[in-house]
Structure formats: structure tokens, C-alpha cells
């Protein structure tokens, strides 16, 4: 066993380069496999906010003072990933991304044993340590899908402690002054619940909101540039209207249904088929048959969410919903429902 004091930041010599043979570092007696970053040669294009508040975060004003690690939440598709990246990038660090899973385990995020040569067994240091060791950023992306076992082992990383220990091979791992971390999560899809206490420290939180007009048609023009004409303008004119419908399609969706709608268009050059008919063709194979009309597919949303809330009677209007004189109040829990929640409990084994 090693021991278990962190050691002092290590800098591996050169950038890994992506594809190329793993570096290595020796930490405690452990040699360990670092991970590639990953490339990023785009942008960030409108939302300017957002991406000052992430980089806010990631400064450090004192001596005494530590960076921030957000959480950067938005719906699918919206740019999560792309904004920690091009924070990253812009502070010409170099940029790692683990993806959590439900599945994830503490070993995954850290460090993982591998068969390697001989039998011997190699130590693999996730994107995540390869950050800490290299200063670079670490993006945990969907960080809402992964267990809190495997939070857990980040609780010490995540406050002023700053290092990470890895039980398989024996080793604390201390963050390197530069590095920074961001976890992006969707709204929507929460797999499991994070706890309080790393809550607490994935602080604060940074929302993308959906991108206005110029900025949505830039992003398409930057991404697609070969797609023109009257399926770009369709597609903004759609998304923005989805938009303002608070429906969650996202430039990603935007950018499905024109790569569709481009390679529909270019099947037929002899005989071009309508721009209007392959878009609509493109929305319904990328988004599905209602969303060629939001306006109803909004409005059945709003149906559904509407159902989901019990139905109020006329004396919950004017008394409490617990007031005994309520006629619409909840049943008093009686002997078979102590909790009053309205299900009898299940008998115990015991009973
Ligand atoms: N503001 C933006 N500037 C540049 N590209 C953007 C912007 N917003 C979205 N995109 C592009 O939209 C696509 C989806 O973005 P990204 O993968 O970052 O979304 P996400 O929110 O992380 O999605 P998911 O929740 O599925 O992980 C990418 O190709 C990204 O480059
Ligand atoms: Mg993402």
C-alpha cells in the first residue's frame, strides 16, 4: 500500500497528443496511463453571458482563493458541453471530458487497472485525473446520470481539499493549480438524485437559455456551411418558434433536420425535389410527426403538465387543504395510512 499523502502537482512534459501513444507519470510509486484531451478547434458563438459567468468561475483573485466548479444546466442539445469547452479553450488549457453514466463507477471516474504485458497490471488515469495532474479543464458531462457512490469520491476534490483518492492503486492524487472543472446536466433527465452535500459544491449554477434569431442562424451557418437557402431559413424560423413555445428543440435538432434535409436535396440534382417538402420530410423523420405542428404539440404539452396537477375543489379556494372544515381536504390518516399519504402501509415482515 502507498502512502497516502497527496503528492505535489506534476506536470507531465509535453501534451498528450490525441490518438497518440499514452504518457505516463509516476505518482506515489504508481505509474500511471494519462488520458488524451480532447480537441477543440470551434466556437461559442451569441450567449456571451453565460460563458463570462464560466470563466468568472474559473478565476482565481487570491492567493487564499480556490476556483468555483459550476453546474451548467440547459435543456439537450442546447450547448452545454460546447460552452465548458470553449471556456477551456479560451484559457488555452487543455480540455478533458469524462462522461458520467448511471453506471459509472468511483474506479471509472479515477483511476482503472488494466491487464497489461506479463500479466502485469497497468493503471489507467481517467480524463478526470489527467486534468488534475496535467492543470488542464475537466468537463463531467451529464453529470445528473451518475450514482452518488461515485460523487462521493469527488466530495474532497470538489471543496478546498483539492485532491482525489484512488483506493485501487493506493495513490492520492492532489489537483494541479490550474485546474478547473464545470458539470453539465439536463434539466429534465435527472437519472438519479444528487446529494445536498455535492450539490453544495458544484457551485453556482450557470443556465444556457435557448439562442435568439442572429445567434441560432450563425450557429447553423458555422456548423453547416454548406447549407443555404430556404431550408435555413425554415429551420431557424422553426426553431425560434419553438422557442418561444417553450418547446425543447435545440440548435442540435436544427442542425439534424438540415443535414437531412441537404442529403435529401442532393439525391436528386437532375430533378430537384421542393425545398419546403424536404424540410417538412426532414422535421418528421428528426423530430417526429407532431412537431410539424408546434402550436398543438405545445398545447398538448401543456395538457399533459396540466393533468398531472390534482384537480382543485371549490373549498380549497378558500380554506387550507389540511383544515378539517375543507370539504375537499385530504382524508385524515387513519390506522391502515399513518403516514397519510393515502396508500395503507404494506404489512412489515416483522409484523
Ligand atoms: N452557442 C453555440 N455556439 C456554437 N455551437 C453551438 C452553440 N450552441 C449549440 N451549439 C452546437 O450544437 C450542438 C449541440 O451542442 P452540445 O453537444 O454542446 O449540447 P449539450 O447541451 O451538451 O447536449 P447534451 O445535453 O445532449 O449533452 C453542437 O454541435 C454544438 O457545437
Ligand atoms: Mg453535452
Known amino acids: 500500500m502507498q502512502s497516502s499523502k497527496p503528492t505535489s502537482?506534476?506536470?507531465?512534459?509535453?501534451?498528450?497528443?490525441?490518438?497518440?501513444?499514452?504518457?505516463?507519470?509516476?505518482?506515489?510509486?504508481?505509474?500511471?496511463?494519462l488520458?488524451?484531451?480532447?480537441?477543440?478547434?470551434?466556437?461559442?458563438?451569441?450567449?456571451?453571458?453565460?460563458?463570462?459567468?464560466?470563466?468568472?468561475?474559473w478565476l482565481v483573485t487570491d492567493k487564499d482563493d480556490l476556483p468555483l466548479t459550476p453546474r451548467v444546466l440547459g435543456v439537450p442539445g442546447i450547448g452545454k458541453t460546447t460552452l465548458a469547452t470553449a471556456a477551456g479553450a479560451l484559457r488555452k488549457q487543455e480540455v478533458y471530458i469524462y462522461q458520467c453514466t448511471a453506471d459509472t463507477r468511483p474506479e471509472d471516474l479515477l483511476v482503472t487497472p488494466v491487464l497489461a504485458e506479463k500479466g502485469t497490471i497497468a493503471y489507467h488515469?481517467?480524463?478526470?485525473?489527467?486534468?488534475?495532474?496535467?492543470?488542464?479543464?475537466?468537463?463531467?458531462?451529464?453529470?445528473?446520470?451518475?450514482?452518488?457512490?461515485?460523487?462521493?469520491?469527488?466530495?474532497?476534490?470538489l471543496d478546498h481539499r483539492r485532491f482525489v483518492e484512488s483506493i485501487i492503486a493506493g495513490i492520492t492524487v492532489r489537483a494541479h493549480p490550474d485546474f478547473r472543472c464545470a458539470v453539465t446536466m439536463n434539466e429534465d433527465d435527472a437519472t438519479y438524485e444528487i446529494p445536498d452535500?455535492?450539490?453544495?459544491?458544484?457551485?453556482?449554477t450557470?443556465?444556457?437559455?435557448?439562442?435568439?434569431?442572429?445567434?441560432?442562424?450563425?450557429?447553423?451557418?458555422?456548423?453547416?456551411?454548406?447549407?443555404?437557402?430556404?431550408?435555413?431559413?425554415?429551420?431557424?424560423?422553426?426553431?425560434?418558434?419553438?422557442?418561444?413555445?417553450?418547446?425543447?428543440?435545440?440548435?442540435?435538432?436544427?442542425m439534424?433536420?438540415?443535414?437531412?434535409?441537404?442529403?435529401?436535396l442532393a439525391q436528386r440534382k437532375g430533378h430537384p425535389l421542393a425545398e419546403d417538402k424536404v424540410w417538412r420530410e426532414a422535421v418528421e423523420r428528426c423530430l417526429g410527426?407532431?412537431?410539424?405542428?408546434?402550436?398543438?404539440?405545445?398545447?398538448?404539452?401543456?395538457?399533459?403538465?396540466?393533468?398531472?396537477?390534482?384537480?382543485?375543489?371549490?373549498?380549497?379556494?378558500?380554506?387550507?387543504?389540511?383544515?378539517?372544515?375543507n370539504p375537499d381536504a385530504d382524508e385524515p390518516p387513519g390506522p391502515d395510512d399513518p403516514d397519510g399519504d393515502g396508500r395503507a402501509e404494506r404489512p412489515r415482515d416483522d409484523d
Open 9 to 33: 502537482p506534476a506536470r507531465a512534459a509535453a501534451p498528450a497528443a490525441a490518438g497518440g501513444a499514452a504518457q505516463t507519470v509516476a505518482i506515489q510509486g504508481v505509474t500511471l496511463a
Open 35 to 57: 488520458a488524451h484531451p480532447q480537441p477543440f478547434t470551434g466556437q461559442w458563438i451569441g450567449q456571451e453571458e453565460v460563458l463570462t459567468q464560466l470563466l468568472a468561475c
Open 125 to 157: 488515469a481517467s480524463p478526470l485525473v489527467t486534468a488534475m495532474i496535467r492543470g488542464g479543464a475537466c468537463v463531467l458531462d451529464e453529470g445528473n446520470r451518475m450514482n452518488e457512490k461515485s460523487w462521493a469520491s469527488l466530495a474532497p476534490l
Open 197 to 204: 452535500y455535492i450539490l453544495s459544491r458544484l457551485q453556482p
Open 206 to 254: 450557470l443556465k444556457i437559455g435557448f439562442p435568439e434569431r442572429a445567434d441560432e442562424m450563425a450557429i447553423l451557418k458555422y456548423h453547416l456551411p454548406f447549407a443555404a437557402g430556404q431550408i435555413l431559413d425554415l429551420t431557424v424560423d422553426f426553431l425560434q418558434q419553438a422557442h418561444a413555445l417553450r418547446l425543447d428543440f435545440s440548435p442540435r435538432d436544427g
Open 256 to 264: 439534424n433536420i438540415l443535414k437531412y434535409a441537404v442529403k435529401r
Open 289 to 325: 410527426e407532431d412537431a410539424l405542428d408546434l402550436k398543438a404539440l405545445s398545447e398538448a404539452r401543456q395538457r399533459n403538465l396540466g393533468s398531472e396537477v390534482p384537480p382543485l375543489g371549490l373549498g380549497d379556494f378558500f380554506l387550507r387543504p389540511d383544515d378539517p372544515l
